[in-house]
């Protein structure tokens, strides 16, 4: 018989995947790697690092993405949307996977702070699910909104010939233009104009320290 899982079980769920991801630990990908059947080309050090520091960016926004969705469906009122935020949180495992895959390749590490980023977007998500369902799906609309912005802009500053990256954003872009429907087509609050500035402002410090830690 299938169980249902309290507020309480699913809360000890999420730290359970938050030490996991405090300690390095990841789940793999359910779906095949974008990249996988790309060629992969020699880069001058400089471009390797550029890249690298984008794609330890991604990884770490990933993380976030993870940790919001988390901390949403744990405290979501309606069972539906509780789904749905499942559903996406599975695809940013996917996202995950991939973006550690290539910084492997790349030779480099994900983010040191990643533990931080996780506590600290899971709290965020916690806080819009008990501010009620629909705020919580708004947060969600307005963070894959500026998530897709950022990964077209990732796509324009990759170097021409790093076609790999390039089909790893292009996919997780479509990904997110997609969870930001979901959110929309669940019922969305449209947010503040105050909110929406305030997370580009966090999101960008986020980059800035991430392309470099």
């Not at 699913?10 to 793999?28: C, E, P, Y």
């Not at 001058?44 to 990933?62: K, S």
């Not at 993380?63 to 919001?68: E, G, K, S, T, Y």
Request: proline content about 4%.
């Amino acid at each position: 018989m299938a169980r249902n899982y309290t507020r309480l079980d699913r809360l000890i769920v999420s730290f359970d995947d938050a030490l996991r991801m405090a300690t390095g630990q990841q789940h793999k990908a359910q779906r095949e790697n974008p990249a996988t059947d790309v060629p992969e080309v020699v880069m001058d050090e400089e471009n390797r690092r550029h890249v690298a520091g984008l794609m330890r960016i991604n990884h770490a926004g990933e993380v976030c993405a993870q940790a919001l969705y988390a901390g949403q469906a744990a405290t979501a009122r309606n069972p539906e949307v509780q789904a749905e935020m499942q559903k996406a949180a599975n695809e940013e495992i996917d996202h995950l996977s991939w973006c550690k895959d290539r910084l492997d390749e790349l030779d480099s590490q994900p983010s040191r702070l990643d533990p931080l980023w996780y506590a600290g977007s899971f709290a965020i998500g916690a806080i819009a699910g008990l501010a009620g369902d629909g705020w919580s799906l708004g947060f969600l609309k307005e963070t894959e909104n500026q998530v897709e912005a950022h990964l077209e802009g990732h796509i324009e500053k990759l170097p021409p010939e790093d076609a790999r990256s390039r089909a790893i954003l292009a996919q997780m872009k479509i990904d997110e233009a997609k969870h930001a429907q979901m959110a929309d087509d669940s019922g969305a609050f449209e947010l503040p104009e105050t909110v929406r500035g305030l997370m580009k402002i966090t999101a960008s410090a986020m980059k800035a320290i991430a392309y470099r830690v």
